[in-house]
C-alpha cells in the first residue's frame, strides 16, 4: 500500500507485467512503422516512463519530440483541456505516434488529435499504455493499447495524482 497525500493506494500492475506488455507494443510498432521514420510524440508529462521504454524497444528509426496539454485537477477530468508546450518540429508529411499514458474521458486525445491533424502528417497513430472504456465518452481510435482498466484512478510509472506519484516504478489503484 502506499499513501500520497491523502489518499492510499494499492498494487495494481507490476513493472515486470509493465515491461513484458510494452515490449509487445515496441515490436507491433516496429512492424507497423517500418517504412520509414516516425515521430514519437510523448504527451507530457505523464507519459515520459512509458515514451522512454517503448522508445528502447522500437527498432526502428524514431524521431521524438513532446507536447503538454492537462485537462485534470486532482481525480477528476475537468472537462477542458488546455495546450501547455506545443509541436516544435515540423511533422508535414511524417508518420506520427501520439504516445499517451492514459486515455480516460477521451477529451484530451480528441483534442491532441485536432492540434496534430492541423500539421498535416501522412499518418497519424494512438499509443496509450492504458484505456478506461467505461469513462469514454468521444469517439476515437487508439491503435496500440497497454492494458484496459477498469474506471478507477491509477498512479505510478509516470501517473501523478496531484503530482505526485509518478516515480513508482509500478501501476498502483485507489483503494
Ligand atoms: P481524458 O482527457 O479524460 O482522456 O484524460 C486524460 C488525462 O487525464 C491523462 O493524460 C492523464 O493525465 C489524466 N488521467 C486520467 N485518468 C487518470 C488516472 O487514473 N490517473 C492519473 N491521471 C489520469
Not at 521514420?37 to 512509458?50: H, S
Not at 486532482?74 to 518540429?89: A, F, N, P, R, Y
Not at 499504455?129 to 467505461?134: H, Q, R, S, T, Y
Amino acid at each position: 500500500m502506499v499513501l500520497i497525500k491523502d489518499k492510499e493506494f494499492v498494487p495494481y500492475i507490476s513493472a515486470h507485467v509493465l515491461k513484458k506488455r510494452i515490449e509487445e507494443l515496441a515490436s507491433e510498432i516496429s512492424n507497423d512503422f517500418s517504412e520509414g521514420p516516425a515521430v514519437l510524440i510523448g504527451v507530457l508529462n505523464g507519459a515520459f516512463m512509458f515514451l522512454s521504454d517503448l522508445t528502447k524497444n522500437i527498432k526502428v528509426p524514431v524521431e521524438v519530440t513532446f507536447i503538454k496539454v492537462a485537462s485534470y485537477m486532482g481525480t477528476k477530468s475537468s472537462g477542458e483541456v488546455k495546450s501547455l508546450i506545443g509541436l516544435d518540429l515540423d511533422i508535414e508529411g511524417k508518420s506520427v505516434i501520439i504516445v499517451e499514458d492514459i486515455v480516460d474521458t477521451g477529451l484530451s486525445m480528441k483534442f491532441l488529435l485536432e492540434l496534430v491533424k492541423e500539421r498535416k502528417p501522412k499518418k497519424i497513430a494512438v499509443a496509450s499504455l492504458l484505456l478506461k472504456p467505461d469513462a469514454l465518452v468521444h469517439d476515437i481510435n487508439i491503435d496500440y493499447v497497454g492494458f484496459e482498466i477498469p474506471n478507477r484512478f491509477v498512479v505510478g510509472y509516470g501517473l501523478d495524482y496531484d503530482g505526485l506519484g509518478r516515480n513508482l516504478p509500478a501501476l498502483y489503484q485507489l483503494k
